[in-house]
């Protein structure tokens, strides 16, 4: 959270590549082609009818046999980015997705009730004499770019929205402070995502994710939010502190979860409340990402309680890569070089923090030696730098 808020969404961004689009369907899929799977989508599964296809125009005919309204996604290898996703499937409906997929490794992923990070499997993509192309018109790039993105900051909501209310039930128990502890750093991974996004709310933003030093207690303001409750589960670091009564760890987390399910509404919202994403906020929102990072992950300061920053991190850059990767076809065509530097600096960062993982997540702050993070900070800064050219090239 900064203390200064963004006055607009012009900031992080997303998504893909390749051409995808939804249309309405038959549900016949039995035509023998590769290329042409069927997925059947029910409360708990979702059968994808092959494991494999041929690189080119693939269609994914979902069926939904359940009770719930779904939704469909092909992701990328990370599981993050969208590469083509086909949402409100109504009970006993079929719509299709089809999508140009090059030769890769990907994640399916059926979504019953539109909540969650849905029931996912891996899916791959063998080469072919397909050419696969993306459009070489700029207005269609443009377009996919703010479509998957809005889709993944949707995405991103929906699954924040789900581990928070986890959270804060173990919270609230009172005899689950070591799950709580868990789950803490990985329920944050999703509004780190899409930070930029997340703080655009200037009311919700300072409810959810203040700092204790940003707050003003003389002015009369009341800390609330993550890091509130941050301090609560590791007071190892306060002076004096008092544990917080049952009642109070109610207030507080039930306060946490309101305000988390009214972002999700907003991001959410359709027709003329719906959140626009246009190219140069995408691509603004990249760059406020490694901001993020600069100036709150790699000093240690945004987990102050429980040294979790690396897990922060990891989705700052997360979400600045995604933003990169969303205008990536726009900025191909017009400054290839940058393109090619950029992918090259968000491989060596990513790499650089690959060797501080532990199990599931990552080494605590405090065990990174003064050499591990001045190696951190330079690696942010030499991304930084090019990533500062992202916006001017790809509205040029």
Request: aromatic content about 8%; hydrophobic content about 40%.
């Amino acid at each position: 959270m900064r203390k200064t808020l963004l006055a607009s969404l012009a900031t992080l961004a997303v998504v893909p590549a390749l051409a995808a689009c939804t249309e309405n369907a038959s549900p016949d899929s039995e035509s023998g082609d590769a290329r042409t799977l069927a997925v059947a989508s029910t409360k708990d599964a979702c059968d994808v009818s092959a494991k494999t296809a041929p690189a080119g125009t693939i269609s994914f005919d979902v069926s939904n046999t359940g009770s719930d309204v779904t939704e469909f996604y092909l992701l990328a290898e990370d599981g993050l980015r969208i590469v083509g996703e086909v949402e409100n499937i109504g009970p006993s409906l079929t719509k299709t997705l089809t999508v140009t997929v090059p030769e890769g490794e990907y994640v399916t992923a059926c979504k019953p009730g539109m909540v969650g990070e849905g029931i996912r499997a891996d899916f791959k993509v063998t080469s072919s004499d397909e050419k696969v192309t993306v459009s070489a018109d700029e207005a269609e790039l443009i377009e996919q770019a703010t479509n998957n993105y809005r889709a993944y900051v949707q995405d991103q909501t929906s699954q924040l929205l789900v581990k928070t209310k986890e959270f804060v039930e173990l919270y609230k128990a009172g005899d689950s402070d070591d799950e709580a502890r868990a789950l803490y750093p990985v329920a944050r991974e999703h509004w780190e995502r899409i930070e930029t996004v997340a703080e655009s709310f200037g009311d919700l933003d300072p409810k959810m994710d203040a700092r204790e030093a940003d707050v003003d207690f003389a002015a009369g303001e009341k800390w609330t939010g993550w890091h509130a409750i941050e301090k609560d589960l590791w007071p190892a670091r306060a002076e004096k502190y008092a544990a917080w009564t049952p009642e109070e760890r109610a207030t507080y987390a039930d306060d946490l979860l309101a305000n988390t399910v009214e972002l999700d509404k907003r991001v959410q919202a359709t027709g003329t409340g719906a959140l626009e994403y246009p190219l140069d906020a995408i691509a603004n929102g990249s760059r406020g990402l490694l901001e993020e990072v600069a100036t709150g992950k790699v000093t240690g300061e945004e987990e102050f309680w429980s040294r979790t920053d690396l897990w922060d991190f990891q989705a700052n850059v997360d979400g600045a890569r995604i933003a990169f990767e969303g205008v990536q076809p726009v900025l191909e065509t017009k400054n290839a070089e940058l393109a090619e530097q950029l992918t090259t600096r968000f491989t060596e960062l990513n790499e650089l923090l690959d060797g501080h993982r532990k199990g599931d997540g990552f080494v605590y702050y405090d065990e990174l030696t003064k050499d591990d993070v001045d190696q951190l900070a330079a690696a942010v800064n030499t991304l930084s730098e090019p990533l500062s050219h992202l916006t001017a090239a790809v509205v040029s």
